[in-house]
């Protein structure tokens, strides 16, 4: 029996083919992503992975549905797996606004699912980190959350010949918009048409922005210009506070793409262009509102990075760790009659928080030492009763090839 | 809008109000049931949330649709969103069998879904911890598998007082079964019939056990006797070598409903008898040939721990962690002036790893104290100039309510 096309196994390393998806690898991921949230006073939550469909459709409209992972449930409800994270968050603090002092600064990493029926080989599901800073208008929570993203790149080895960050803003393209057209349903259009400038053909550009009464050459000249509004440029200011001017730069050309971000948008993009965006976000100062239907008025602001494109970077640039996971010792039992004290000597190993393995069966030596070296074991421990008859442990170190003889209480004082 | 009636939203703490889920407790749960795999030399994986219906379908024939969160997807496709972990694992095993040395012994931290229509007000989801050995016949790889259940218990502070291990067999009611009814295919019926013996008034299991040959009282008497058989005795004496024998006891009042287990079984169990069982696995040797399609045939076995049992009856023994998060520093801006300063000191405490925040926008001092505190911050840190002019950092510890004055780059060796 197959898994389901675009959804992914993860296995342990070493892994069984090239192309499948390391556990080890993704653990590595999440614990950079979560202890970065920590350092940054973060707090953890979650929601379910199933919602209504309802939570999407009010603020995206019905169009969203043809991409939605959704389906009717044994209930008759219209339900669909969660294809984004900030609804769910919006819809958590709107519950219980009154009980959390703000700003909430929260974050989670939730599965994604996503249904495209004509795009074969896609994924339809990845991870993604979310942070979010909620009940605070000032740019400095712009720049708290984008000095997050910044680091939570760099706790992954990642430095700023890997990647920056584009800075945008929905309000300087409103201007714009509101400038050359008096017609503010075509705002959403056009913003889309923005958003699709850098993977489209220009001449299918040009046409959906001439069909909205713009033209190509003005929206590139104002990119071009790219002048910080003073909401960037108090973003900008506050991030060279903090030593992370250089990360960042204005660019218009970045608008994102969903229709609920309100002002300062941004995206991470690897410096060599070679891949999709590796994350973006933006404020939405209205979502909580919606969502909690206009119980709760906050503003609000996020950002999403994607376990996908990170890890293919993070390959690419030589990052992703090998042998992660280790063994402190692995228990070698030659002379079976040893197994009870050698049990004995695994239990007080793994109760002193070491990681220990040992053969669960009589095996060859050569077979034992063979699994600790494939366990990535740092020791082997081995016991043998000395000429005198008392009980001794041999600790060989594997990578300086040195051992020592010690009594069995001093092993696991000689291993930490 | 509402979320989906069995799902759980997961809250920081302190939390919104009292009957919210906490993602604090569920974060200091799975760490210690990470950890624990990690000190046994057991290696994560993962697999999809949704798997076709025919992975499950195949082992426990259709009846079992009923209890899962199953639809057709857009594609036309018979899904479900994944009732058990066992089966992937069992698919994933399978798929790659040469590539990995056995046994294997491989964890996970999967969320799990059963959708039963007429049960109002239960949870349709949950997490569960997941360990299981692959390619072991021998009764160590049971003891292994059980030690870690026992030490993952321990690890959150549980002691013999609280829980213990049941351990029955698979093999032994097969005996006591084919002594006495011929009829093979009735075995899974007198299994259901074992398995509901606690949960059903006497007269109804008499009634079913009398319908398939066997009377009460002969089954009463033979769990009364409670004989280990060789097999659990092996068992027995290995956990005796890691002085974990206090706790595990020999009952074969516990069978475990599913239909695929073959050999030893065992539950984990309160003390008071509160709670429903905390986990439970067992032996199920025939899976991965049955989920291979007969290509690869491995005899395994497995258990698994909910995160809801477990979590009610942590918190009902007092031994749920307060206060889990922590900042290390709360960094005080009470002169705006110093701003810049303050933030790139922010950087360099983060930097450095420790966990700071600070007051996003100007605000009163007794405010920023406030925000400290709730954070549960360990030092707040406020800069100042001495009268010399130099930059000075007045670190203040709040539980003990001592202060000291060092200068800017000594900031982070007093915090550590």
């Known amino acids: 029996m197959e898994r389901l096309p675009g959804f992914r196994d993860f296995y342990p390393e070493p892994l069984p083919d090239p192309n499948a998806w390391s556990a080890d690898l993704r653990r590595h991921v999440f614990d950079a992503w979560r202890d970065s949230a920590r350092r940054y006073g973060f707090r953890e939550y979650d929601g379910p992975p199933l919602e209504t469909l309802e939570l999407y459709t009010a603020k995206s409209g019905a169009e969203i549905v043809g991409q939605l992972y959704n389906f009717t449930d044994k209930g008759g409800r219209e339900v669909t797996l969660r294809p984004e994270m900030t609804p769910t968050l919006a819809r958590m603090a709107g519950a219980h606004d009154r009980q959390y002092r703000k700003p909430l600064k929260w974050f989670t990493i939730p599965q994604l699912f996503r249904y495209e029926r004509q795009q074969k080989g896609r994924l339809r599901e990845h991870f993604q980190f979310n942070?979010?800073?909620?009940?605070?208008?000032?740019?400095?929570?712009?720049?708290?959350?984008?000095?997050?993203?910044?680091?939570?790149?760099?706790?992954?080895?990642?430095?700023?010949?890997?990647?920056?960050?584009?800075?945008?803003?929905?309000?300087?393209?409103?201007?714009?918009?509101?400038?050359?057209?008096?017609?503010?349903?075509?705002?959403?259009?056009?913003?889309?048409a923005i958003d699709k400038l850098e993977r489209e053909a220009p001449a299918v550009s040009e046409s959906r922005l001439v069909a909205l009464g713009f033209s190509l050459d003005e929206v590139r000249?104002?990119?071009?210009?790219?002048?910080p509004t003073e909401e960037l440029q108090r973003i900008l200011d506050d991030l060279a506070m903090r030593g992370l001017a250089d990360f960042v730069k204005v660019d218009y050309g970045v608008i994102r793409g969903l229709a609920y971000y309100t002002g300062p948008v941004f995206e991470a993009f690897d410096c060599q262009g070679e891949f999709r965006a590796i994350a973006g976000g933006g404020r939405y100062d209205n979502l909580v509102q919606l969502v909690s239907n206009g119980k709760v008025d906050l503003p609000a602001l996020g950002f999403g990075m994607g376990d996908v494109v990170l890890t293919e970077l993070l390959k690419a640039r030589g990052l992703s760790p090998k042998n992660v996971a280790r063994l402190d010792a692995f228990v070698l039992i030659e002379d079976e009659s040893l197994r009870p004290d050698s049990l004995k000597l695994l239990q007080t190993l793994r109760d002193a928080g070491l990681a220990a393995d040992y053969p669960l069966v009589a095996a060859k030596s050569d077979k034992q030492f063979k699994r600790a070296l494939e366990a990535n074991a740092t020791h082997t421990v081995r016991l043998e009763r000395s000429a005198a008859g008392s009980m001794m442990a041999r600790i060989k170190q594997l990578a300086a090839r040195t051992e020592e003889v010690v009594s069995v209480t001093e092993v696991v004082r000689a291993l930490q």
Chains 1, 2 share one sequence.
Do not use: P, V
């Not at 000249?221 to 002048?227: D, E, K, L, S, V």
């Open 131 to 192: 942070a979010d800073i909620i009940g605070e208008k000032a740019a400095a929570a712009d720049a708290e959350l984008m000095a997050l993203l910044i680091d939570s790149l760099r706790a992954l080895g990642l430095t700023r010949a890997d990647f920056m960050l584009r800075l945008s803003s929905r309000n300087a393209w409103q201007e714009f918009f509101n400038r050359r057209c008096a017609d503010a349903a075509k705002a959403y259009d056009f913003y889309q």
């Open 221 to 227: 000249a104002f990119i071009a210009a790219g002048q």
